[in-house]
C-alpha cells in the first residue's frame, strides 16, 4: 500500500507542474518563434545541460534537427567534456564550447534543474558578451536561482525534486518540437 500511495502522491505531484498556465504557453510560442527565426537566419541553437538534463538536451536536439529541421547541436561528446574540463575548469567548459563553437546570431537553451550550476551561470554571462541572439533557460528549484536571472525567456518548475523538474523540462521542450511541426504524429523519417 505504501508504494501505491508512493506513486500516486508521484504522479499527481507531476500532473500539477504540467499544468502550465497561460504564461507558461505565450514562452513556448515565444520560444518557437526564436527557434524558427534562428534557423531562417542560417545560424543555429546551441543546448548545453547536466547529467540528466545533458541527456535531455540531447533528445531534444535530435528531434529538433531532425523532425522540425531547426538546427540544433549539443555537447555531449566525452572527449569534449574531459578536454575543455581539464584545460579549463569544470566551471568554464560550457562557457569555452560557446566560445569555439558559436557564432553571432545563434541561440543558446541552458537546464539547469537546481539553476545554481557554475558551468551553466558563466555560460548565459559569457553568451551576453558573445552577441547570442537569445538565452532560453529551463530550471527549478528556487525562482530566483542565478540562471533564471540571466536569460531572455526563463522556464522554471516549482519543485525541489529533481526528477519531477527534469521529466517537465524534456515535456516543455519536446511540445516544442511538436509546436514547431504542428503536429504530434507523424512518420520517423
Known sequence: MKEKSFLKNYFSNQKNLISFDEEELEKLQETKKV?????KNKKKTLIFGNGGSAAIASHFSVDLT?????????????????CFSNDFGYEKWVEKAIEFYSDEGDALILISAGGNSPNMVNAANYAK?????????FTGNDKNNKLSKLGDINFWVNSKAYNLIENTHQILLLSLVDLIIGKTEYPPN
Open 129 to 137: 558578451k558573445k552577441n547570442i541572439s537569445k538565452i532560453i533557460t
Open 66 to 82: 531532425k523532425n522540425a529541421k531547426i538546427r540544433c547541436v549539443n555537447y555531449n561528446e566525452s572527449d569534449l567534456l574531459t
Open 35 to 39: 527557434l524558427i527565426e534562428t534557423n
